[in-house]
């Protein structure tokens, strides 16, 4: 069977062959050129509803068709199902889907945010490596709806509006990632398209919400999912005085999402019941508003290592210190479903923010200090194979 890809900006699966192509609507060489239109598909599925060139059928396996109308050839090639254009080298590079779930404020869109900026910038550098849009949508929303509210007008998001409120739509992020990495034949680019969604933490509390969420996660190569402290009632309580704590008004206790997000792929898997094979990071946010309580020790305290490689020992102190928290927190159910139901997970800590916003949801006055905010990531990239791993002393277990 033809391996089958998977649409960055739909997560509907479909093999090369069937990839379609889109016109580009310019002067061909025999002087004819397709009129743009509107694509009712493109409309319905994505919401897009600008003027593109007509869409035919080719043979997708390739990387240009010859327009049966204009006789123009085109490079655009789209999704079959959603009619999005397709980033550049689609089938051919490496191409992973990361769904980030958690419940409502327990600070995904921030966390997001964030952790682009900081790959495009700081992590990026110290990794040799470069994070782009990989489409003009993509940038222009990354930027405006995200980049610019946060870094730039220093203001809290609103609560990201559900899937069901969006005509059904859940609409990612897609980026792709380089990394310069020495081979064989000297240096070369690896590339990797990323596709990030964040979900309205309503739509884990919701069957309508879950329903819709159900594809992206079962095509997701890799999850976040974020679990806020502050909305756990053993942790809570051991929050650095005037941090701001969610309302828990229609708040989902974090192991509720858990427990929805495990029901849910297990209930896709068919045969022999067996456990979760997808990599899940389990990353607690907010860590801002617990340092004063962890020791001076604390690898939540530590600088991150920095280096071009993935380090396997700081992220294995990491992991095993948030299992310690787990039980001051109340949070031992939380452990016994992780491992219980998946094969891979792995747990992290990080403070996009650095600082409790103020009291006007605004950002501190001391700025944007993010901190281990890229770990989760580089993990799930390592066990992609698209990160190279640096594992200090022998036989101190997986990556
Ligand atoms: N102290 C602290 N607070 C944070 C941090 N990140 C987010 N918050 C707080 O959490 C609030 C919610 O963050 P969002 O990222 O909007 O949460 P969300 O998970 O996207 O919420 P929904 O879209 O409603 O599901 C923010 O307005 C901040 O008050 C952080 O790093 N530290
Ligand atoms: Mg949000
Ligand atoms: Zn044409
Ligand atoms: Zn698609």
């Not at 990239?381 to 997986?398: I, M, Q, T």
């Amino acid at each position: 069977m033809a391996r089958r890809l998977t649409c960055p900006y739909c997560y509907e699966t479909f093999t090369a062959r069937e990839i379609g192509f889109r016109c580009n609507s310019r002067m061909s060489p025999t002087q004819k050129r397709c009129p743009r239109k509107r694509d009712r598909i493109l409309a319905e599925r994505m919401g897009q509803r600008a003027e593109v060139g007509p869409d035919f059928a080719g043979d997708g396996r390739k990387p240009t068709a010859v327009c049966p109308d204009c006789d123009g050839e085109t490079t655009y090639r789209i999704c079959p199902v959603c009619h999005s254009t397709l980033p550049v080298q689609f089938g051919m590079v490496e191409n992973r889907m990361i769904a980030m779930v958690g419940a409502k404020a327990s600070g995904k869109t921030v966390y997001m945010t964030v952790l682009l900026h900081e790959v495009m910038h700081q992590v990026g550098a110290a990794f040799g490596a470069a994070l782009m849009g990989a489409d003009d949508a993509t940038m222009l929303r990354f930027s405006s709806d995200y980049q610019d509210q946060l870094f730039r007008d220093g203001q809290m998001f609103l609560g990201t509006r559900t899937a069901v409120a969006n005509d059904n739509r859940v609409e990612p992020l897609v980026f792709r990632f380089g990394l310069r990495r020495r081979g064989l034949f000297g240096e070369r680019p690896q590339h990797t398209v990323l596709s990030f969604f964040d979900t309205a933490g309503e739509d884990f509390s919701s069957r309508d919400g879950m329903e819709i969420n159900t594809r992206y996660l079962a095509n997701a190569d890799g999850i976040i999912l974020l679990l806020d402290p502050l909305q756990m009632p053993g942790a809570r309580k051991a929050a650095r005085p005037g941090t701001a704590l969610p309302g828990s008004e229609g708040v989902d206790a974090p192991g509720n999402v858990l427990s929805r997000v495990t029901n849910m792929l297990l209930g896709l898997q068919k045969g022999t019941p067996r456990k979760v094979d997808t990599p899940i990071a389990v990353v607690f946010s907010k860590l801002d508003a617990f340092w004063h309580q962890l020791e001076a020790g604390s690898p939540l305290r530590a600088q991150p290592p920095t280096g071009n490689q993935f380090d396997v020992e700081d992220s294995l102190s990491v992991h095993e210190e948030v299992r310690q928290l787990l039980k001051d927190w109340d949070g031992v159910p939380i452990d016994q479903a992780l491992e219980n139901n998946y094969a891979r997970y792995r747990y992290f800590g990080v403070s996009a923010l650095g600082n409790s916003p103020t009291p006007e949801a605004r950002v501190a006055p001391t700025g944007i200090q993010p901190y281990r905010v890229a770990d989760p990531l580089l993990w799930l990239l390592s066990e992609f194979g698209s990160v190279p791993r640096k594992v200090r002393r022998k036989g101190k277990g997986r990556g």
